[in-house]
């Protein structure tokens, strides 16, 4: 079992900021490749964003790209999603995904099918 804990959810108006955060107590996650995805009201889980085990790696959905950041923040034993210029739209529950296995391939890396551990979630609201 691999724990993940999101966190950094919250509600903000369009234009503004969050940054998540997805982490696990006791246990590194450098060897592990992480996948962010979301799910809205009434929606079908889409992917957001995803970063390699060594985190030179990245692919956003194109919906996102150029407004979120993924990135690892080692000190912290944490992936960050930082999410800028927020629209109505990205109002979802957003959750980390963790894939333990030795291949990344940036492609693939958007789908939900190869990540094997789950968080429970954290709720962000863009909403004027």
């Known amino acids: 079992q691999l724990p993940l804990v999101e966190s950094g959810g919250g509600s903000v108006h369009p234009g503004g900021s969050l940054r998540l955060s997805c982490t696990v107590p006791?246990?590194?996650?450098?060897?592990?490749?992480i996948g962010w995805f979301r799910q809205a009201p009434g929606g079908e889980r889409e992917a957001v964003s995803c970063?390699?085990?060594?985190?030179?790696?990245?692919n956003y959905a194109a919906s996102v790209k150029d407004r979120f950041t993924v990135s690892r923040e080692v000190t912290k034993n944490a992936v960050d999603l930082q999410m800028d210029n927020l629209k109505p739209e990205d109002t979802a529950v957003y959750y980390c995904?963790?894939?333990?296995?030795?291949?990344?391939?940036?492609?693939?890396?958007?789908?939900?099918?190869?990540?094997?551990?789950w968080g429970q979630g954290t709720q962000v609201v863009v909403s004027s």
């Open positions: 970063i390699s085990a060594t985190g030179a790696g990245t």
């Open positions: 995904a963790a894939d333990s296995s030795p291949s990344w391939v940036r492609a693939a890396c958007l789908n939900a099918n190869m990540y094997q551990y």
């Open positions: 006791d246990i590194t996650l450098d060897s592990y490749q």
